[in-house]
């Protein structure tokens, strides 16, 4: 029932959310049922299309991991979008440096520094503060991001890290770091073997870690009730920095990827939203890292589905935002469902009682 | 003379439970009458019904003569009637003048500050309340604020003044400038109802006053003719102790040895000062005391969730005082928390977590960190069969379990990891009658298997018919130890209201 | 030097007038108790449909009308969420942000086409004010603003008396310290809370329309590029204050207006820009005066039953 419940409400938030944009796009004179229907062909299509919704899922997912491991661990990480470029601009940073290194480790060395920024960006300033000053995290997370974001700017606009061009942009990394691409099936898309590993590997670590280990434990505790953490022995300071490290961890992990999967470069711009929408990705998710997969995939989805939706249906592909936008609202309202429950019972029990007394 | 305030035959019942159960009230102009009654006599749920917080089963409250029916505190306020809460309705933040006109300001569209400040002002004057109506409430002390609160009353007309436990949080400096306020408005004919469990006060403050017990008003007396001794028998009753069969124990060598420790809670303020007492193996350390004497301090920090500000905590000769919480459960203490949901359970936690939850580093539930769920599972289930848990299915969410088998599954985990003392606070809090039996039982039996048992309680039946020596704390001090033999219930009343022992055996 | 040179003073006016306005609305909001940071998605509400009545009516007095009454809806939702549903007022904030983003670019590209608003939108006059546009020096920061400018001015400077100067704004900052105790006294709890988020959006809207039919006459996707989180962070900075969060809108708009004027003298403005989010971390951690929100910011409050 309780795990019915779990899965009814993200999708319920889902359908209600699509419904309001069928009404939102007939209003305008379209035909809903073929505007989403170029957006699920867009989105799979072909394999071609697959692929580029896979593309599009694996940041979501990877970053939606480590803001489903905040949550759970009690903190809200509104600020992944920074981290995710911190963890870029580091990864890019070590791709065209080090071209001496043989190309596997150049690899892994990319998506450590990745990794490491991320986790660094996110644990040392807002966690510190959290932790002992108890400046909301909500705040922090978010300052920070935008400070990465102008960071990463400012290396390639007049910065160490700028490139000869029209555009502001970085050098591109060293070849035998860029992940290949599958040649076959998926070959359209920018799809890379490697990226789809990593983001496996992420999900089970994640899962694993939340789950199998003292570590994840003690965080969940954390979360679910820190004074009972405490007298269980665990040092609740120390765990909401790791928690928070980790989420960024995992932003940095997806910037990462996405430079030695796609982009290879750092370019101008800044304006993916992964961070964001990751966020969603999350809470339908219910923060489980299992779930997060299928949340990514949907809302990987809906991006390369609006794509395609706006060239055949020429319905602007800002439609999918609509709908997330809408969807994570509805699933913020989850609290609804109990209270007209809650309200529908007290009518009923105050009309039986009206005529005893 | 009109009585100001009748209460007859009222009843508040909730499931389970008769919170009040009869109780006859008559508060007449210009008097002091004190409602005198042990934590649980019925005393705050008397105040709620009347404030208009909670709506009584049956009965009737009069206002000057006048049956009245509160949906609200707000109806209670335009009524006349002036409540001081234990715990503030303040705002810290705003000015003491904005506390007291707030909802019922001066001036138009503005707020006319300076005519709030002038009302204050003359309130203040007139009722002998000195207080600054500019200064910030958060800035103020205790007693300060609580004459804020008084102004609130007052400046809403109140005509009759309820104080719920308005010493609770007072230094005696502080009380005494509050007795002096009482009087005076008793000269002006204000009605003071003053509710209190300490003795001393209620005779020293309060002209008539009005016994509670376990729901019921047992007698209202004149003060003038009472005695302490008096008072305290009809706060405790004489009802027969609840036995428990429990065999002669020599006790051992000592446990637990405490220091003249030295804690502060979480607000900062030093609840226990200067406490020193002995736990021995095979005993049961029963600690009486009012609530907020600092008892619940002293066992937090035998288990290192506060810290010893000073003084020395030694646990089988080894001195744990700065070790962690972590370390202290290692090395052999078990606690039993007084807020079973808020510090005991994770309740979203399945129960085998939460049976785990105090040894999930260690083996057999983890190595290397990494955990071992069938260990748990298999552990967990011994627990909640030996324990009669039930549901027995440790699958099952801590929060969908009843408050009795919620303290089952605690004491399963906290008996059965072999300690070497148990810190047991209030483990018998809010539970039915069959529920608290069994948590006894097993008090009992970790006595009888020679370790120490440290049990707080606010219930004296509980402390008198499981202790083998009973130490009493007043004022985050211990009163005196006495042998349970020994000890009467008379004599522990008047040692909870921190008159010492006259032959005690500290 | 720069500093001599009064356009930057101008400048930074204009530009703290975008912060500054969301700024305020956000304070109201939180004032009340419901933490609001959905200014950014309201503000791009209020942009869009500013130019869109603007250019349907012909009149841009009409579209910021419009604009006000659509971000006083669009905040509405988020008061319903945060008060009757007792909903996550984070996740609430964020949802409206997006939903906002996707719905103006959405509407912009379905009712105008991908060439943008059209060019013939009207926009508010700018004006200078009689007298002290002719002072020498500081002249030229009161000269040809956008009539919200000072507009904007006068609500910021309404606002701090409304909040700490009249009874309503007493009561509705009791109710976001202390709801109990509020509600004892007999305020409505619920319908003050209404009234800040609301008045937040209204406020924040106007921030929006400043941009699109104040300064320019035309709405681009995401047009408010971050300004709503950077008047987030005047509220914070600005201690929860109308005059404070101007304060800080205005040492904001300075380094805006700055890195504007820099641009070529080798300082990057994108290091200049950081410097609003900085001063709010130091300003939460207590470094530079330590900026606590209203007790009971956040926090649903479900009255008694």
Redesign the interface.
Same mark, same amino acid.
């Given at each position: 029932m309780k795990a019915l419940q779990s899965i009814l409400l993200p999708v319920a938030a889902s359908l209600v959310a699509i419904a309001i944009g069928a009404i939102?796009v007939a209003a305008?004179g379209y035909n809903p049922v073929s505007v989403y229907g170029s957006l699920i062909s867009g989105a799979f299509g072909s394999l071609g299309n697959l692929g580029n919704t896979l593309t599009a899922s694996l940041p979501l997912i990877i970053i939606g991991l480590g803001i489903a491991l905040s949550f759970q661990s009690g903190l809200?990480n509104?600020g992944a979008d920074g981290q995710y470029w911190i963890g870029a601009t580091a990864a890019v940073w070590v791709g065209y440096h080090f071209t001496s290194l043989p190309g596997w480790l150049h690899m892994l060395l990319c998506l450590a520094a990745g990794m490491v920024a991320g986790a660094l960006w996110a644990g040392v !300033?807002p966690g510190l503060?959290k932790a002992f000053?108890g400046?909301?995290e909500?705040?922090?997370t978010?300052?920070?991001s935008?400070?990465a974001i102008?960071?990463a700017?400012?290396l390639i606009?007049?910065?160490p890290m700028q490139e000869k061009g029209y555009i502001p942009q970085s050098p591109l990394i060293a070849s035998n770091t860029q992940f290949p691409y599958f040649t076959q099936g998926f070959a359209r898309s920018q799809l890379s073997p490697i990226s789809m590993l990593i983001a496996a590997l992420a999900v089970l670590v994640a899962w694993f870690l939340l789950y199998k280990t003292t570590l994840g434990f003690s965080l969940r505790s954390v979360g679910l009730n820190p004074r009972a953490a405490k007298y269980a022995g665990i040092r609740v300071k120390l765990y909401i920095i790791i928690a928070l490290a980790l989420s960024g961890l995992f932003a940095g992990l997806a910037g990462a990827v996405q430079m030695l999967g796609v982009d290879h470069q750092l370019l101008d711009g800044f304006?993916s939203n992964y961070g964001?929408?990751a !966020?969603?990705v999350a809470?339908l998710a219910r923060n489980n890292p299992l779930a997060v997969v299928i949340s990514g995939l949907f809302f990987g989805a809906l991006t390369t589905g609006g794509q395609n939706m706006q060239i055949v249906s020429n319905?602007?592909a800002?439609?999918?935002?609509?709908?997330?936008?809408? !969807?994570?609202?509805?699933?913020?309202?989850?609290?609804?469902i109990p209270?007209v429950i809650g309200w529908y019972r007290r009518r009923r029990s105050a009309r039986a009682q009206t005529p005893a007394s | 003379m009109e009585p100001v305030l009748e209460v007859v035959d009222l009843k508040k019942w909730f499931p389970g439970v008769k919170a009040n159960d009869g109780v006859n009230l008559t508060v007449h102009a210009g008097e002091v009458h004190a409602i005198l009654g042990e934590n649980g006599a019925g005393k705050s749920t008397l105040m709620k019904v009347i404030y208009g917080?909670l709506e009584p089963t049956s009965g009737e409250i009069r206002l000057f003569g006048q049956p009245v029916h509160f949906r609200?505190?707000?109806d209670a #306020?335009l009524a006349g009637i002036g409540m001081v809460h234990q715990h503030f309705?303040? #705002?810290?933040?705003?000015t003491v003048a904005?506390n007291v006109v707030?909802?019922?300001?001066p001036?138009?569209?503005?707020?006319d500050?300076r005519e709030a400040v002038r009302r204050v002002r003359e309130l203040s004057e007139r009722y002998g309340l000195a207080i600054d109506p500019n200064a910030k409430v958060g800035d103020l002390t205790v007693g300060l604020q609580q004459r804020v609160e008084i102004l609130k009353a007052f400046y809403r007309k109140a005509r009759v003044l309820i104080l719920d436990e308005p010493t609770a949080l007072l230094t005696p400096q502080e009380t005494r400038e509050l007795f002096n306020i009482i009087r005076a408005l008793k000269a002006e004919g204000v009605p003071v109802l003053f509710i209190s469990h300490k003795l001393d006060e209620v005779l020293e403050i309060s002209d008539r006053v009005t016994v509670m017990r376990a729901g019921k008003t047992v007698e209202t007396l004149e003060t003038k003719g009472a005695t302490p001794q008096m008072l305290a028998n009809l706060m405790v009753g004489r009802e027969v102790v609840l036995r428990v069969e429990k065999p002669p124990m020599e006790a051992g060598p000592p446990v637990l040895e405490v220091r003249n420790l030295r804690v502060r809670s979480a607000d900062r303020h030093e609840r226990v000062k200067g406490v020193t007492l002995t736990v021995r193996r095979g005993e049961i350390l029963g600690i009486a005391g009012i609530d907020g004497n600092g008892q619940f301090e002293l066992a937090d920090a035998i288990a290192g969730l506060l810290r010893a500000e000073a003084g020395q905590i030694v646990l089988d000769g080894r001195d744990i005082t700065h070790l962690s919480p972590a370390e202290r459960t290692q090395l052999g203490i078990a606690y039993v928390p007084q807020d079973r949901q808020l510090d005991g359970l994770v309740l979203s936690f399945d129960l085998a977590s939460n049976i785990i939850l105090r040894d999930f580093r260690r083996p057999p539930f983890s190595r290397r960190g990494i955990l071992n769920r069938r260990a748990a599972e298999s552990y967990a289930k011994r627990l909640i069969e030996a324990f009669d848990v039930r549901p027995p299915d440790f699958r099952r969410k801590a929060s969908e379990l009843s408050g009795g088998n919620q303290q089952k599954v605690i004491l399963a985990r906290e008996v059965s990891r072999d300690p070497l003392i148990l810190l047991a606070a209030q483990p018998t809090r809010g539970l039915d009658v069959g529920a608290i039996e069994g948590v006894h039982r097993q008090l009992v039996r970790l006595r009888n298997e020679g370790k120490a048992v440290l049990l707080i309680s606010l219930e004296l039946d509980e402390i008198l018919s499981l202790s083998d020596r009973i130490a009493v704390m007043h004022d985050g001090e211990i009163v005196g130890v006495v042998d349970r033999a020994e000890a009467t219930r008379e004599q522990l009343g008047l040692m909870m209201t921190g008159r010492r022992a006259k032959e005690g055996t500290a | 030097m720069i500093f001599s040179n009064p356009e930057i003073w101008a400048l930074t006016l204009s530009m703290a007038i975008p912060l500054a306005l969301p700024a305020v609305g956000g304070t109201f909001s939180e004032r009340t108790g419901v933490v609001n940071?959905a200014m950014e998605?309201i503000m791009l509400i209020g942009a869009f449909f500013g130019v869109a009545f603007s250019y349907w009516t012909g009149n841009a007095w009409v579209g910021l009308f419009a604009a006000i009454v659509c971000g006083a809806l669009t905040a509405l939702?988020l008061a319903w969420?945060a008060i009757h549903?007792?909903?996550?007022q984070?996740?609430?904030g964020?949802?409206?942000?997006?939903?906002?983003? +996707?719905?103006t670019?959405?509407l912009?590209?379905?009712?105008f086409g991908y060439n943008g608003t059209p060019v013939n939108t009207p926009k508010l006059p700018s004006v200078s004010i009689p007298g002290l546009d002719h002072i020498p020096y500081i002249g030229v920061i009161f000269t040809n603003q956008s009539v919200l400018v000072y507009v904007g001015i006068v609500l910021i400077f309404l606002s701090h008396w409304f909040l700490f100067?009249?009874?309503? +704004?007493?009561?509705m900052?009791?109710v976001g310290?202390?709801p109990?105790?509020?509600d004892?006294? %007999?305020?409505p709890v619920w319908r003050l809370r209404y009234l800040g988020v609301v008045l937040s959006g209204v406020f924040s809207a106007i921030g929006g329309a400043y941009l699109s039919i104040g300064i320019l006459n035309g709405f681009t996707?995401?047009m408010t590029s %971050?300004r709503g989180?950077i008047a987030?962070?005047a509220m914070?900075f600005g201690k929860w204050t109308p005059l404070g969060s101007f304060g800080a809108a205005l040492i904001f708009g300075f380094s805006t207006a700055l890195g504007i004027v820099l641009q070529g003298h080798g300082v990057?403005s994108?290091?200049l820009?950081?410097i609003p989010?900085?001063l709010?971390?130091l300003a939460?951690?207590?470094l530079i005066g330590r900026s606590t929100?209203?007790?009971a910011d956040g926090i649903p409050y479900e009255p008694?039953r």
């Open positions: 939102l305008l809200f509104i !300033i503060t000053v400046a909301h909500v705040i922090t978010m300052m920070m935008y400070i102008l960071f700017r400012y606009e007049g910065g304006s964001y929408t !966020i969603v809470l319905v602007p800002s439609l999918t935002n609509v709908l997330t936008g809408l !969807i994570i609202f509805f699933v913020g309202c989850e609290r609804i209270q | 917080l609200s505190p707000r #306020i309705m303040l #705002i810290p933040a705003l904005e707030l909802g019922d300001e001036g138009g569209v503005r707020f500050r | 940071i998605g939702a969420g549903v007792s909903a996550d984070t996740v609430l964020m949802g409206i942000n997006i939903f906002a983003a +996707g719905l670019t959405f912009l590209n379905t009712l100067s009249t009874r309503l +704004g007493l009561r900052r009791s310290e202390n109990l105790a509020a004892t006294l %007999g305020i996707s995401n %971050g989180y987030l962070a914070i990057s994108n290091i820009q950081m989010y900085a709010t971390i939460l951690t207590g929100p209203p007790a008694r």
